[in-house]
């Protein structure tokens, strides 16, 4: 049984590689993408510590906000399911989730593979992008073998984490005409309020307490913590934990939810 559904779903990896690896370019892009936010954030904050003739912020030296936001950037790359979100939707809106319910496969690990296999070449490109910063620069992240483990391992979960929370919005698709509006406004609000734009130490307090009854801090600034040290090591557990937890309670929600949609489904354009 585990056997025949892991090569079910690799099949649908190896394919996704084979259209990945047709449009090199959109890792092009993307690794453009990083690299030109990176330098804007450079000279913004290069400016704002000379203007105000000061060594850190909160605790960040120069060096530690750059290397911050740096990895900020590619974990936010990695995690967008936005793409994969889209054809989702556009699969209910059309008619198209017919054929997940009359073949042995489902809609939610099918269009999973999906994502892990449209983002297979960024996970490449950018696994060499801080290897490289690890070589070049080794002082600035991973102070230790430790927290490497520690950066992979809740990279993992905030990847998975990620794609439950856009599966919950993409099935909202069951009852209303237009699903896409609500993950683009998803998408702008996450680049801010899951640290990928800002560390999550430079907001109030007060926004701080709302975000801690969100899985929002557990997408970037978890990872991105632990791989540059500023997340003491005692916390890691309970932070992974916490982690882990939603993922658990945002794919059950996502289930429950798919479930109850399919009741209203009709099948329209199928």
């Known amino acids: 049984m585990i056997k025949r559904f892991l090569a079910k779903y690799t099949a649908v ?8 690896l047709e449009y090199k370019a959109n890792s092009l892009v993307g690794t453009f993408a990083i690299v030109s936010g990176v330098f804007i954030e450079y000279l913004l904050w290069k400016r704002i510590f000379l203007t105000r003739g000061i060594s850190e912020i909160n605790g960040f030296t120069f060096e530690d906000l750059m ?3 740096f990895l900020s ?28 319910l009359i073949r042995p496969i489902s809609f939610f690990t099918y269009h999973f593979m999906l994502f892990i296999g449209y983002n297979s070449l960024f996970y490449l490109v950018y696994f060499f992008m801080i290897a490289g910063m690890v070589i070049f620069f ?5 102070p230790s073998f430790l ?27 069951f ?13 702008l609000a996450n680049m801010v309020l899951s640290g990928q734009m800002v560390p999550l130490r430079f907001f109030p307090e007060s926004v701080l307490k709302v975000l801690q009854y969100t899985p929002l801090p557990y997408l970037v600034d978890l990872p991105v913590s ?17 982690s882990l937890f939603w993922s658990v309670a ?3 929600l996502g289930l429950i939810v798919y479930r109850r949609g399919i009741q209203k489904y009709e099948g329209f354009g199928g």
Do not use: H
């Not at 990896?13 to 990945?20: D, G, N, P, S, V």
């Not at 080794?138 to 991973?142: K, M, R, S």
């Open 13 to 20: 990896i190896r394919l996704t590689w084979i259209q990945a």
């Open 67 to 69: 290397v911050y936001i």
């Open 73 to 100: 950037l590619v974990v936010g790359q990695l995690k967008s399911s936005w793409v994969t979100s889209l054809e989702m939707i556009t699969a209910i809106r059309e008619g198209e989730l017919n054929k997940y």
């Open 138 to 142: 080794p002082a600035w992240a991973f």
């Open 147 to 173: 927290n490497i483990i520690g950066f992979l391992g809740t990279l993992i979960i905030s990847i998975y984490l990620s794609y439950t929370v856009y599966f919950v919005m993409v099935c909202f698709a």
């Open 175 to 187: 009852w209303f005409g237009e699903v896409r509006a609500l993950i683009i406004a998803y998408n």
């Open 226 to 242: 632990i791989a540059t040290g500023n997340l003491p090591i005692d916390q890691w557990g309970t932070k992974t934990l916490q």
């Open 250 to 252: 945002m794919t059950f």
